[in-house]
């Protein structure tokens, strides 16, 4: 497995409604592998497939930050099928870096999908993991967690980044 690069907010893949995985095949399998891999060291506690540049219904999450493997998830093309409740809370992403904001989420959702060796997984989660699959679910949507910021919030996330990213460019 190799890491990845984590793409930025301004990246056109980001936007984008994410295609559903057909077939499950080996580079699907590899994918997911690098992509958790990625996730752990960048460190995150989530992963989708557009923000390592595939548009593919594929996602990771793991609490635990790689110390604890029953806790990694990894979903393909998952489906939110129910949800309950409201929640405020902050919420960071990997594409937007050094940006914390407070998002309304479900207090408890049930996701449905697929793992990597084609088997239906059902995930009753609540909280925080609940918050993380819907956080990644929205990538697959082509949607970031600021996107339910007010206009006003957003242009100010995307011009500090947009400079950073400037900034970095000639470095």
Do not use: W
């Not at 806790?71 to 937007?96: A, F, H, M, Q, T």
Request: aromatic share 2%.
């Amino acid at each position: 497995m190799a890491l990845m690069e984590i793409l930025t907010l301004g990246e056109k893949v980001l936007k984008k409604k994410a295609v559903t995985v057909e077939e499950i095949t080996e580079d699907i399998k590899l994918l997911a592998a690098s992509m958790v891999e990625t996730m752990h060291s960048a460190p995150g506690i989530g992963l989708a497939a557009p923000q390592v540049g595939q548009s593919i219904r594929l996602i990771t999450v793991d609490l635990s930050v790689g110390r604890n493997p029953d806790e990694l998830v990894v979903l393909i093309n998952p489906e939110i099928v129910d949800s309950e409740g409201e929640v405020l809370d902050v919420e960071g992403c990997l594409s937007v870096p050094g940006v914390n904001e407070k998002v309304l989420r479900p207090v408890r959702v049930v996701v449905k999908g697929l793992d990597p060796e084609g088997r239906e997984k059902i995930i009753n989660a609540s909280d925080y993991m609940a918050r993380a699959l819907c956080h990644e679910i929205d990538h697959l949507e082509g949607k970031l967690f600021i996107d339910y910021l007010s206009p006003l919030k957003r242009k100010l996330i995307k011009s500090k980044i947009r400079k950073e990213k400037e900034k970095g460019a000639q470095a």
